[in-house]
């Protein structure tokens, strides 16, 4: 042990006697670092070895080098940096790998030969470092994610910390941070490039043929990371964090849009998705017109409608879904309470009103008409409430309130809808019925959408069914049609109907013309 201990200290002469010689230090420090260095070079080569010995060593070489370098700048002297610190660096790596290979599991010990060299060693020294830490500790992201920040920051090395990335995610293939991190790497990385090579532009510089790819300086590389940590971690919650991160950087509008669309089309049971798009109207940028206090106010109360909106958008969601469950349970009860509640609790909600009625038809709750009764009391009677409010399984009392409406935008509503509700569930004739039945009043449905339901009756059962050409030819002559289209009616029969059909057809048609029919 002496003799390693005597070597030791023999190699340190040559630095101790540079630093008398330049005059950094006297003879009498240096005397004294020798003594204390020896007590300390014995501690390290007892049998049994102490952590306290190595820490107190390398502390003690570090305190050398920092009483160097305050000395150096008293005296104004900048040279002979290879003779007198490079040995005390060296020697002090030596001792951190002699503590960090016998306490391998110390976390704390890597980290302090990482910030020792980050600050004194050279880069590829410091490289080593984090290599060999990882190899020992591949389980702790923290570390992989600080290796690639020094490769990036200290060592101005991107592809070397994209590398660190990609083998952290072989090991930690679901890890939030790892991914964040990896996605701000790459954003910064396109920053710094994108701002070389505006310098470069603006000292118009050739740069022969260095091309800046337009897919990296746009941040593409970024979005495959995104891509590719949204299939494996999901939530809202983590995509806004990227959103987040994406949102530092002025060049990224058009990849923060690709974010949003996935947040909303993945994400629309997650509550922080409906939170966070609402604050996002509400902390919205103003129009830069609006520069009076006037204009600033309405832009304010704009800015919260919208606001409120989004959240009711999310309050409504949530409640359908609620239903949803409940209808599947089998509990009509709960259901119909709910869907009761809901429209007393947004009573100006148009959608709110047509969704709760369009429940309880579904459920054929006998509270469909005094709903339908109350939705017309606190909504604009002129709004589209009842085109919504689906007919099949309603009552005939509830049905008929609409149609006997004494407003006559929801009266000549309800009747085009019970109109479409007849043509569905009983066909054209039934259709007919019905339109002939309110031909009397003065709000009737539409012809046009009564020409609607006979052509889609003779796309099904035109080339077969005479009677039916023959009916819609009698409606244009009626006093709500249109007798010139008549003779394209039968233009169009005639071309359409297969075998017998087309001669009985023309022989009705005959004597419609001749008044016998």
Not at 228 to 234: E, L, N, V, Y
Request: charged share 30%; glycine share 4%.
């Amino acid at each position: 042990m002496a003799d390693i201990v005597q070597q030791r200290l023999e190699d340190r002469i040559p630095a101790l006697e540079q630093l008398e010689r330049v005059g950094l230090f006297t003879n009498k420090e240096v005397k004294s670092m020798l003594k204390r260095s020896t007590a300390l070079e014995y501690k390290l080569h007892r049998t049994v070895q102490s952590k306290d010995d190595f820490i107190t060593y390398i502390q003690h070489e570090i305190n050398v080098l920092e009483l160097i370098k305050k000395r150096r700048a008293r005296i104004g002297y900048h040279f002979k940096r290879e003779e007198i610190e490079n040995p005390i660096i060296h020697r002090i790596n030596h001792v951190f790998r002699r503590a960090t290979t016998k306490w391998q599991e110390d976390v704390q010990l890597w980290l302090s030969q990482v910030a020792f060299n980050k600050k004194w060693g050279t880069k590829s020294q410091l490289s080593k470092v984090l290599s060999s830490m990882l190899a020992i500790h591949p389980d702790k992201p923290a570390l992989w994610i600080m290796a690639a920040k020094c490769e990036m920051e200290d060592r101005n090395s991107s592809e070397s910390a994209r590398h660190l990335f990609l083998r952290a995610l072989r090991f930690h293939l679901e890890n939030k941070k790892v991914f964040q991190e990896y996605f701000r790497m790459e954003l910064m990385h396109a920053e710094k490039l994108r701002k070389q090579q505006q310098e470069l532009e603006q000292a118009k510089i050739d740069v022969g043929e260095y091309n800046f790819s337009t897919e990296i300086l746009s941040g593409k590389l970024a979005e495959v990371v995104y891509r590719d940590a949204a299939q494996k971690i999901k939530g809202a919650e983590f995509i806004l964090s990227l959103l987040q991160i994406a949102a530092i950087f002025d060049f990224t509008k058009e990849l923060q849009d690709t974010i949003l669309q996935d947040l909303q089309s993945q994400y629309v049971d997650d509550c922080m998705m409906w939170d966070f798009m609402a604050k996002r109207e509400l902390d919205a940028a103003g129009a830069p017109e609006l520069q009076s206090a006037k204009g600033r106010a309405s832009d304010t109360d704009r800015r919260e409608e919208r606001c409120c909106v989004v959240y009711e958008e999310a309050t409504f969601y949530r409640l359908k879904k609620q239903l949803q469950v409940l209808l599947s349970s089998g509990d009509t009860v709960s259901a119909t309470q709910v869907a009761i509640t809901a429209t007393q609790r947004f009573s100006q909600s148009v959608e709110m009103w047509s969704f709760s009625l369009q429940t309880l038809v579904h459920l054929e709750s006998t509270e469909a008409g005094h709903l339908f009764q109350e939705a017309l009391k606190h909504v604009n009677p002129k709004v589209a409430v009842v085109p919504q409010l689906p007919l099949s399984g309603t009552s005939s009392k509830s049905r008929f309130k609409g149609l006997l409406s004494p407003v006559p935008a929801v009266s000549s509503a309800m009747k085009e809808k019970y109109l479409e509700w007849s043509y569905k569930t009983g066909g054209y004739k039934r259709a007919r019925k019905t339109f002939t039945r309110y031909t009397s009043n003065k709000e009737t449905p539409k012809m046009s959408n009564l020409r609607d339901y006979y052509e889609r009756a003779l796309r099904e059962f035109g080339y077969s069914d005479e009677d039916l050409w023959m009916e819609y030819i009698k409606e244009e002559l009626g006093s709500h049609g249109n007798p010139e289209n008549c003779g394209k009616l039968h233009w169009r029969a005639v071309k359409t109907l297969e075998g017998e059909s087309v001669e009985h057809f023309t022989t009705k048609y005959t004597l419609l013309q001749t008044g016998h029919m």
